[in-house]
């Protein structure tokens, strides 16, 4: 019954911009923590960002942080990542997770709810 849909991956040249969005049915994102992960090939997958405690946010690393923004839109029960000067390896399947546990964290054991993924790729 849960669903998360992401939407916004494709295609861009390094120093792009790609706008990721989550949108959650049957499950309130205003009572949970909501991150974004990503996973490259032969890669674990890693938190990118997180937003939680109303607006409160947490990024992988200083070239996330310098680079992307998480926000949330309340009304329509949508997160989005905002990801600009997108390098190659950035490159990734994006997946939006959500969870009533996911509080100041990255680990993705900690999120109940999975979206599907979308597909980011970053040419150089």
């Known amino acids: 019954q849960v669903q998360l849909v992401e939407s916004g991956g494709g295609s861009v040249q390094a120093g792009g911009a790609l706008r990721l969005s989550c949108t959650a049915s049957?499950?309130?994102?205003?009572?949970?923590?909501v991150g974004w992960f990503r996973q490259a090939p032969g890669k674990e997958r890693e938190g990118v960002a997180a937003?939680?405690?109303?607006?409160?946010?947490?990024y992988r690393d200083t070239s996330v942080k310098a680079r992307f923004t998480i926000s949330q839109d309340i009304a329509k029960n949508t997160v989005h990542l905002q990801m600009n000067s997108l390098k190659p390896e950035d490159t990734a399947i994006y997946y939006c997770a959500a969870g009533p546990r996911a509080r100041w964290t990255l680990t993705p054991r900690y999120y109940d709810y999975w979206g599907q993924g979308t597909q980011v790729t970053v040419s150089s």
């Open positions: 049957r499950v309130s994102f205003s009572t949970m923590g």
């Open positions: 937003i939680y405690s109303g607006g409160n946010s947490l």
